[in-house]
C-alpha cells in the first residue's frame, strides 16, 4: 500500500464546508485512493474513491492532484453528524488486497 | 439493509476460552476481510479470502487465530485461547473485486471482551 499521511485532527464549523487533507506521495500509477469514515463505535462506511480525475457523490467531493500526491476529501456543508474519524487509503491494487489504515483525522463538527 | 452482517456484536469472554465470530457479507461479493481495531486505532488487517480461498494472512494472525469461508459465501474467525490482548472490535468487510477498483464494505464489527 502507499503510505498515507494525514493530520491527527480537525475542527469545522457546522453549516461551512470541511476539506481534509491526505498526502500519499508513494501512491503507484493504478492505485486508487479511498475514504472511509468511521463514527464512534461503528464499522467504516465507505464514502468515495478515485484514480486521477475529481470525483463527487452524495456524500461528499475528492479532489486529487495532477501529480497525485495528494488529495482532499471535501464536506461541502458539514453537519453535526459528520464528526468522524476520516480515513484515506490508497491500498495495492495486486491480488494481495489488504489494506493498510492509518490513525485518520478526526474531524469534529462545532455548533 | 442487505450489508455487511456479524454475529454476535458483543462478546465478553474469560482468558483461555475459545471464541468464535461469523460475517455474512454483501451477496455476490466474492471477497471478504477480517480487521482488528483496538481503541484510538485504524483497523488492522488480519486476512482475507477471495471466493473460498484465503489468500493473505497477516503475521498479527498468530497459530491461535483461524478464520474459514466455506462455499465463499459467510466466514468465521476463531480465536483459541484468548488472551486479555485480544480484547478489540473485529471487523468484517466484503467487496466484490473488479479489474481495478476494490471498495469495501465494513459490517458493525463485533467488540470482544477478555477478562
Known amino acids: 500500500d502507499a503510505k498515507t499521511t494525514q493530520p491527527p485532527s480537525m475542527d469545522c464549523a457546522e453549516g461551512r464546508a470541511a476539506n481534509l487533507p491526505c498526502n500519499h506521495s508513494?501512491?503507484?500509477?493504478?492505485?486508487?485512493v479511498y475514504w472511509y469514515r468511521q463514527i464512534h463505535s461503528q464499522g467504516p462506511q465507505y464514502i468515495i474513491h478515485g484514480l486521477k480525475n475529481n470525483e463527487t457523490n452524495e456524500m461528499a467531493s475528492l479532489i486529487i492532484t495532477e501529480d497525485r500526491k495528494s488529495s482532499t476529501l471535501i464536506l461541502p456543508h458539514a453537519t453535526l453528524r459528520d464528526t468522524a474519524v476520516y480515513y484515506c487509503?490508497?491500498?495495492?491494487?495486486?491480488?494481495?488486497?489488504?489494506?493498510?489504515f492509518g490513525d485518520g483525522t478526526t474531524l469534529t463538527v462545532k455548533p | 439493509d442487505t450489508g455487511v452482517s456479524q454475529n454476535p456484536r458483543h462478546k465478553i469472554t474469560k482468558r483461555g476460552q475459545n471464541v468464535t465470530f461469523r460475517c455474512d457479507p454483501i451477496?455476490?461479493?466474492?471477497?471478504l476481510y477480517w480487521y482488528r481495531q483496538t481503541l484510538g486505532q485504524g483497523p488492522e488487517f488480519l486476512t482475507y479470502?477471495?471466493?473460498?480461498?484465503?489468500?493473505?494472512k497477516s503475521r498479527l494472525l498468530s497459530d491461535r487465530f483461524s478464520a474459514e469461508r466455506p462455499k465463499g459465501s459467510f466466514s468465521t474467525l476463531e480465536i483459541q485461547r484468548t488472551e486479555q490482548g485480544d480484547s478489540a472490535m473485529y471487523l468484517c468487510?466484503?467487496?466484490?473485486?473488479?479489474?481495478?477498483?476494490?471498495?469495501?464494505?465494513f459490517g458493525p464489527g463485533t467488540r470482544l471482551t477478555v477478562l
Open positions: 508513494t501512491i503507484s500509477g493504478n492505485e486508487y
Open positions: 451477496s455476490e461479493h466474492n471477497r
Open positions: 468487510a466484503s467487496s466484490l473485486r473488479g479489474r481495478l477498483a476494490d471498495t469495501q464494505y
Open positions: 487509503i490508497a491500498p495495492r491494487n495486486t491480488n494481495a488486497g489488504k489494506s493498510t
Open positions: 479470502f477471495q471466493n473460498e480461498a484465503q489468500l493473505e
